[in-house]
């Protein structure tokens, strides 16, 4: 399992940059973003490569902050790609609570990281269905 930052961010100028100021200044690298708002708040996902670091820090200057499990898998970059791990996850009845896909690829797939609503169960499908998942050391040094 990948660990992923989440956090609820106000919907103001410059919270995002104070965010990013942060990790910054603690020499945090950024791997993947996704950010999903209402007219309030925005959800903020980091993949980073060293998660308890960027919760002590964020927490530290006042976020709201926490550590969610994620899975990383590998998918054939071409046309229906992303449908085949999807597929695989159906079958095994694994719901898929969100979805982003890194920036970059690893050899001739893209690299996508999933929530899902049991990720034991959906990664057993997808390693029985010879998909590879990311490993956190290949995510955190990309």
Known sequence: MLKQISM??????????????VMAEEGINIRALSIADTADFGL??????????????????????SITEVVGVKVPDRPGGLGVALDVLDSAEVSVEYIY???????????????????DKGVEALRKANLELLTPEEVYTI
Do not use: Y
Request: aromatic share 6%; with cysteine.
């Open 101 to 119: 896909a890194f920036i970059g690829k690893s050899d001739d797939r893209a690299m996508v990281i999933l929530r899902l609503d049991n990720n």
């Open 44 to 65: 903020v996902r980091l993949i980073v490569d060293n998660p308890e670091l960027a919760e002590q820090k964020l927490s530290a200057r006042g976020f709201m902050v």
């Open 8 to 21: 609820f961010l106000e919907n103001k100028a410059g919270r995002l940059a104070r965010v990013c100021r």
